[in-house]
């Protein structure tokens, strides 16, 4: 593969300014969401209304629903990481629908809408990119990004399909960072209080109380530490045991029949009659080699 014309460093900058903008786009989005959702239910605060709210932005969501595929958020996100399968305008259905669920009370979170916002954003971004590197990036970079900057973790934003710590991971987990700060940027900047994140700075502490803090910080990277250990070696274990089964199986004789003289033969593992015998004349059909 040739290096990348912008180099190594043009293409972290621009995958976490990418990080930042795709952060800064849910936080704008979650707003909206909110302040709708405030606006309707402020409106409507008679028990009577619940009723013809719910229905009627259950009807619209049926409607929109006719024209966007039936996707788990899982399915949503490795969509719009990859564009493989983008449609143009099938996300902005896709966050309408998820819009008019988190107003109307019928969803629990609004990550749907808000991948569905940044895949849009990324497929035009991408659209005339002539850097190959940065159009497979950008895209993943984004999802990950706005759900870390949700979820207000931008490693679990990043390791959202994996959480196998490779290279180009690292670059994910500060670009959600950025995408994390991006976020609450929107966020103290909104004119809704309930959204504004309030800092307070004590130091109303003592040595005991720092020394407790580091052993518990110590602790638990000792527990997640042993946790992958034993993982790796459990998985390690059964992926031996699942060989050494297949090769005791593929060695022996099945169904009464002989062991295959010639291991290198061809036909190893295929099923045939046994010689001299035909199938028709009641010879039993035999395995040999092959699991």
């Not at 990418?18 to 309707?40: C, E, K, N, P, R």
């Amino acid at each position: 593969m040739r290096p990348s014309p912008l180099g190594r460093l043009g293409v972290a900058a621009a995958a976490i300014a990418y990080g930042a903008a795709s952060g800064a786009i849910a936080g704008l989005v979650f707003t909206a969401m909110h302040v709708a959702q405030h606006g309707v239910w402020h409106v409507a605060d008679q028990r009577w209304m619940i009723f013809p709210i719910v229905v009627a932005a259950g009807a619209l969501i049926a409607y929109i629903g006719r024209f966007i595929p039936q996707q788990t958020l899982a399915e949503q996100a490795h969509s719009a990481a990859d564009l493989r399968d983008h449609h143009r305008g099938r996300g902005l259905l896709i966050a309408a629908s998820a819009f008019v669920a988190v107003v109307a009370g019928g969803a629990i979170g609004p990550e749907a809408g808000i991948i569905a916002i940044v895949g849009e954003m990324s497929a035009l971004v991408t659209l005339r990119m002539k850097e190959a590197k940065l159009k497979a990036l950008l895209p993943a970079v984004g999802v990950g990004a706005s759900m870390g900057a949700v979820w207000g973790s931008p490693a679990a934003g990043a390791a959202y399909d994996s959480d196998e710590l490779t290279p180009g991971m690292a670059l994910n987990v500060v670009a959600a960072a950025a995408g994390f700060l991006g976020f609450v940027g929107v966020l103290q900047l909104s004119a809704t209080p309930s959204l504004r994140m309030t800092t307070e700075i004590s130091m109303d502490f003592t040595p005991v109380m720092v020394v407790g803090v580091f052993l518990a910080g110590i602790l638990g990277a000792a527990v997640a530490f042993v946790y992958r250990w034993a993982d790796n070696v459990s998985t390690d274990a059964m992926k031996n045991l699942h060989r050494r089964v297949r090769h005791h199986r593929g060695g022996r004789a099945t169904d009464g029949c002989e062991r295959q003289a010639d291991r290198r033969d061809p036909a190893c593992g295929v099923p045939r009659p046994r010689r001299g015998v035909h199938p028709a004349v009641g010879g039993r059909w035999c395995w040999h080699g092959g699991g």
